[in-house]
């Protein structure tokens, strides 16, 4: 059974914007991976700093325009629920990004398919 011409090249275009769509999302994914893990990087570095410190020492946040009192607890705490809510963006994103790469792959691999001969 053989499937006419314009069956199949309307299929390999939808396949073809599939596997591009894809590829865009694959680009965004990996940028946002890259800035939760900036993020996660300087909120380790403060925290480190921070850690540092002696516990009486007065730790100032900034707000906006201003800077507001917050006890050393207080901002430790802050920092390790930050830092574990973006490692749990990070490996959600991840999880996606593998998704996408096989989406993209197998509509790879069908369009490959479809022009070698072999039907999808």
Not at 18 to 30: L, M, R, S, T, Y
Not at 60 to 84: C, H, I, N, Q
Request: aromatic share 4%.
């Amino acid at each position: 059974m053989s499937i006419p011409n314009e069956a199949l090249q309307k299929l390999v275009q939808e396949i073809e914007s599939q596997a591009v769509q894809a590829q865009q999302q694959i680009n965004v994914v990996k940028s946002q991976i890259a800035v939760k893990q900036r993020e996660i990087r300087m909120l380790q570095l403060t925290s480190s700093e921070v850690s540092t410190l002696p516990k009486d020492t007065t730790v100032y946040e900034g707000v906006g325009k201003m800077f507001v009192f917050s006890p050393m607890a207080e901002v430790d705490k802050r920092l390790t629920t930050e830092t574990s809510e973006l490692n749990s963006d990070v490996e959600n994103l991840g999880k996606k990004l593998l998704y996408l790469e096989t989406t993209h792959r197998n509509s790879r691999e069908h369009i490959d398919q479809i022009f070698s001969g072999g039907r999808a």
